[in-house]
């Protein structure tokens, strides 16, 4: 990766490694890294909506989720948000966390 991160997110999303969010050392970042095998390299992804780690990341379908999680404070996440290739992330009307 380009950037250092930890309690980030792994997902294998259309044969790349994608790496989302987690704690630059300073701040939790919504920023998102892209491995791809063929090229063996790392590049921007497009944004989260909102900073986050520990938190999933399911692929379903054609989308990727960004489910719960943790941001500044150890203020708890409770959404979540949906990727898809070409539309960027857009946030849901579900819950991260349960009832």
Known sequence: MNTSRAS?????FK???YALGGYN???YVPTIEVFDPFMDSWI???EM???RG?????VIGQSI???GGQREGSNI???VEMYKLGHGWSETNLKGIGE
């Not at 980030?8 to 294998?12: C, E, F, I, K, Q």
Request: aromatic share 10%; net charge neutral; charged share 15%.
């Open 25 to 27: 050392g300073s701040t």
């Open 77 to 79: 996440v409770d959404s």
């Open 49 to 51: 909506k909102q900073p």
């Open 8 to 12: 980030h997110a792994l997902t294998v």
């Open 44 to 46: 921007a992804g497009d």
């Open 65 to 67: 989720y960004a489910i």
């Open 54 to 58: 520990y938190f999933v990341v399911p």
């Open 15 to 17: 044969g790349k490694l």
